[in-house]
């Protein structure tokens, strides 16, 4: 938390801890003395205890997995109902009704977006699974964090019968907490101007939609026109049919990769759950002797505080010169900080310049694509009708000259 300060907050925070810290009593400087050694000792003890995360992990993960399973399970049912529409529509499409097609396409659309939800609310199940091994770590931080504020009291105590690491402690972390709020202030501020710029994105995605439509009525009515070319009707279907068998195969083909690659998983899981049932095993063997242990040295604790005590006056020593060289480092640390944080702004402005590059040439290949497939479908309804033409042309021709000849 000290780290996230700069020099000159924390110079000014322990200015004024300094100023704020009252000497105590000698028989309270005892007390707390006391109680704050106890502390410390226990706090110890705790660092000897190893509680495995996998097993915590697993318990957890227990809690959830009827869930998911039932998740799966609905998962599948509409995949499966999506392969019987995707195969139903080549038969749909010939016959002259189209009513049972466009009903089948409406389902289609809405099994697809319940499928994405779905996939989507798995997804989102598996990640809020949490992380145990992060969270020991961070309880072993903080535990040592604490042991350090602790051990730096009791100096402070011993030195000048004051608690002022601890005042420090808590101005640190009043500061941080107002440097946070601050930081959410800002935050908020940026989400409002995205919701803006949604807002913004909606309506452009309205008004594409409103093109879209007018550029389908309008190939509706090519299509009207085009009608009576079958053969070409023809080619399509079987392109279409084929397209679609395709995209089916290429898919069932995905999906059996993924369950085997599921089920491999599952087997490696199954192995480590049974390591980690040896391992905690060993572990409580181990925690029943180390007790035992330090039950039988408990006695011989009492005869090595006073030695103790004169190795804490030379480590302190030792400690208070190697605070100071650490603060060195800490200033070219912050030093280094700066500069990459310089830099990595530089490079997060060429990448954004990069994606709207991208993104522009995305948009223009598309409006040329669409702009080519207009032109082709105006020269192929301007071609048929050349053709229908210039074979009734032919035919007059052919009448004509035949009634010349019989006269």
Known sequence: MRMGLTATTAAAIKQLAAQEAEQLAPLEAAHVHAVLQATISRLALLAVIVVDPHVQAQELTQSVGEEISRMIQHQKELEARFHELVAAQPA???????????????????????????????????????????????????????????????????????????????????????????????????????????ADLASEKQQHEEQVREQ?????????????????????????????????????????????????????????????????????????????????????????????????????????????????????AEACLRDELAAKAARDAKAEEEAEEAAAEKALQARQLAAAITIQAAWRGYKARHEVKGAKSKGKKSGSAKGKKRK
């Open 92 to 198: 749909l499409r010939a016959l002259p009704n189209k009513a049972n097609l466009r009903k089948n396409q409406a389902e289609l659309q809405e099994v697809s977006a319940a499928l994405r939800q779905a996939t989507k609310q798995l997804c989102r199940n598996l990640k809020d699974n949490p992380n145990v091994a992060e969270n020991m770590a961070k309880c072993a931080a903080q535990r040592e964090a604490l042991q350090g504020l602790l051990g730096a009291t009791l100096d402070s105590l011993e030195l000048s019968r004051s608690v002022q690491p601890v005042i420090e402690a808590v101005m640190t972390a009043e500061q941080a907490e107002a440097d946070m709020r601050e930081m959410i202030e800002a935050e908020k501020s940026a989400t409002a101007l995205v919701k803006a710029l949604k």
């Open 216 to 332: 389908r009525r309008e190939v509706a009515a090519l299509k009207e026109q085009l009608r009576q070319e079958k053969l070409t009707t023809a080619v399509e279907g079987r392109f279409h049919k084929k397209g679609l068998a395709a995209t089916n195969q290429a898919t069932r083909r995905q999906q059996h990769s993924t369950l085997d690659d599921m089920e491999a998983q599952l087997g490696l899981l199954q192995q480590q759950m049974e390591i980690e049932r040896s391992v905690h095993a060993s572990v409580n063997e181990f925690l029943a002797s180390k007790a035992g242990q330090l039950q039988d040295d408990a006695g011989g604790w009492h005869s090595r505080r006073e030695e103790d005590g004169r190795t804490k006056e030379r480590a302190l020593e030792v400690l208070l010169a190697t605070h100071a060289h650490d603060l060195e480092r800490l200033a070219e």
